[in-house]
């Protein structure tokens, strides 16, 4: 913690410099005590499977001599608590490398990157997907990787909360001059009280959690740090008559 500098209350240039360098303190600290924050949010994300590793192994030891059965399921829990630590780390290298990153833009299709990005990721959901594009391109300033992560994220999320026998609508438009980007699912939607927290590292409605929805809790917060990166804008409302609707606003310069 740094403390704020004495300033003296006259009216010249070191009055203006002392009140400038206890700005940059401020947020200084304001910064440390998000780093804290962050760096207790993910300890703590990650002892939870670990603890429960360290159980199923002691338990494996303690017993599997004499209860051969309990291994295999043991074995299971392990492997799966283990991938679950294994995507926790990566999306926090992948959120931590972010911090530093400036990216490049370029004049993009974005009706074309929705068809190639849906096309490569079409194998992985069982969710019908309906495609309703702007006639002709539209053309936004963005990063091509950053594009196809956020549709991959959103897509991805439409998937996992709501059912499976329920469509998920693409749609692409030009509001207000703007390309924009609409991801709408028929689920149980986002209530206002959590609408802007979903953005937030490690932040999952208790509903995804109490259903075991797997999850980290880290995908919109990509999202939101690739939406800022990339100049756009992105904003949840509520679908008829029920679920989710994301939509993003790209830049065009
Ligand atoms: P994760 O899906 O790994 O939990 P995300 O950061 O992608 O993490 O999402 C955070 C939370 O926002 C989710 O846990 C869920 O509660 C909520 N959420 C995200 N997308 C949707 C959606 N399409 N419909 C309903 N809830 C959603």
Same mark, same amino acid.
Do not use: W
């Given at each position: 913690?740094?403390? $704020? ?5 006259? @009216? ?9 360098? =206890?700005?940059?303190?401020?947020? !200084?600290?304001?910064?440390?005590? +998000? ?16 603890? $429960?590793?360290? #159980? ?11 209860? @051969? ?9 392990? &492997? ?13 290298? +992948?959120?931590? +490398? ?18 190639? *990005?849906?096309?490569?990721?079409? $194998? ?11 006639? #002709? @391109? ?8 950053? !594009?196809?992560?956020? !549709? ?6 439409? =998937? ?6 329920? @469509?998920?609508?693409?749609? *692409?438009?030009?509001? =207000? ?13 986002? &209530? ?24 980290? #809790? ?9 939406? *800022?990166? =990339? ?17 993003? *606003?790209?830049?065009?310069?």
């Amino acid at each position: 913690y740094h403390e $704020a500098l004495p300033v003296p209350d006259s @009216p010249d240039e070191i009055h203006d410099l002392g009140t400038e360098i =206890n700005q940059l303190l401020k947020s !200084l600290n304001e910064q440390v005590l +998000r780093d804290h924050q962050f760096v207790s949010d993910a300890s703590h994300e990650l002892r939870t499977p670990l603890t $429960a590793i360290r #159980g199923h192994i002691s338990l494996i030891n303690r017993r599997g001599e004499q209860h @051969p059965e309990i291994i295999p399921k043991s074995l299971k829990f392990i &492997d799966e608590e283990s991938a679950r630590m294994q995507t926790l780390v990566e999306s926090l290298l +992948r959120l931590s +490398r972010m911090d530093h990153v400036t990216i490049e833009r370029q004049p993009l299709d974005v009706n074309q990157v929705v068809q190639q *990005t849906v096309e490569n990721y079409q $194998a992985e959901i069982s969710q019908p997907l309906q495609l309703d594009l702007t006639a #002709g @391109p539209l053309m936004a300033m963005i990063n091509l990787d950053s !594009l196809q992560q956020i !549709l991959v994220a959103l897509l991805t999320n439409a =998937n996992k909360y709501s059912p499976a026998d329920q @469509p998920v609508t693409l749609t *692409t438009s030009r509001v =207000n001059g703007h390309p924009t980007l609409a991801i709408a699912d028929l689920g149980t939607g986002i &209530d206002d009280d959590h609408k802007a927290k979903v953005f937030e590292r490690f932040y999952r409605v208790d509903q995804a959690r109490s259903q075991e929805i797997p999850g980290t #809790g880290l995908g919109l917060a990509i999202v939101s740090r690739l939406v *800022t990166l =990339n100049h756009a804008q992105i904003a949840i409302s509520d679908h008829q008559p029920h679920g989710a609707v994301f939509t993003l *606003t790209l830049a065009t310069k």
